[in-house]
């Protein structure tokens, strides 16, 4: 029984020694904790304004991509009229030139027909014309042409 009375002692003095290392170690440790929990507390601050701060910015994102969204309808609505605006333009811009070419063709016509009876014209002595047989039987010769009988641009 001694021995069990031994062992007991022994125990329990090893469980004294154990007491009195984890009273003093405490100190020591203590201090190494507290500043592990301020790292520790301090991180978590840093994570939370971080998770707060990629919120901000994730929201601000997707205002800004509903604003790019707007904007690229806007500028696809205002294309898709110009470029309507600009067919137009080019068609009326069709229009006009063949309008053009066909008044510069028909005056080229005239031009030609007004050369070829100028032409025919001098190439032809003028033929007298007899004077016109009068009432009373007998011909009258033609009035002379006269300038001031003639009506001029202020008269018409």
Known sequence: MRANLRFGNHAAARILALAACLAVLPGCYSKRFKAIDASFAALSAQADSLANEHARTRAELAELKKQVGE?????????????????????????????????????????????????????????????APSSSGKTQAPPAPSNASAPGPKDR
């Open 71 to 131: 904007h690229e309808q806007t500028m696809r609505s205002l294309r898709a009229g110009t470029q309507t605006r600009s067919e137009e333009l080019v068609g009326r811009i069709e229009q006009l030139e063949a309008r053009l070419e066909d008044q510069s063709q028909q005056l080229n016509d005239l031009s030609g027909r007004a050369r070829t009876r100028s032409t025919v014209l001098d190439s032809v002595p003028p033929v007298p014309m007899p004077p």
